[in-house]
Nanobody, 120 residues
Framework: QVQLVESGGGLVQAGGSLRLSCAAS????????MGWYRQAPGKQRELVAA???????NYADSVKGRFTISRNNAKNTVYLQMNSLKPEDTAVYYC??????????????WGQGTQVTVSS
């Protein structure tokens, strides 16, 4: 079993910053990629940012220049630094990991989600 535990969400005013963390633990052999998705009420879940184990990153156009994804491979942890937050960034943010478990199966796991609310 693998668990993804997220932290760092909350309420912030527009223009403020938050930092999300997601730690993966359990029967992990290796993690190929980790990322953050978000889902606002009435909208589909969308990719926010992703990072491979080699450090390659990918961002949604709407967050480029404001959000930064980073990763600590030794701790199996991914971070999302969110600056210059806007009300439209309000959503539940989900951590995602594509990994190989100790049985050498390629699996995708999701965190439980953390609420980010940006007030205007």
């Amino acid at each position: 079993q693998v668990q993804l535990v997220e932290s760092g969400g909350g309420l912030v005013q527009a223009g403020g910053s938050l930092r999300l963390s997601c730690a993966a633990s359990g029967s992990i052999f290796s993690i190929n990629a980790m990322g953050w998705y978000r889902q606002a009420p009435g909208k589909q879940r969308e990719l926010v940012a992703a990072i491979t184990n080699g450090g390659s990153t990918n961002y949604a156009d709407s967050v480029k220049g404001r959000f930064t994804i980073s990763r600590n491979n030794a701790k199996n942890t991914v971070y999302l630094q969110m600056n210059s937050l806007k009300p439209e960034d309000t959503a539940v943010y989900y951590c995602n990991a594509r990994l190989i478990d100790t049985y050498y199966k390629v699996l995708v796991y999701w965190g439980q989600g953390t609420q980010v609310t940006v007030s205007s």
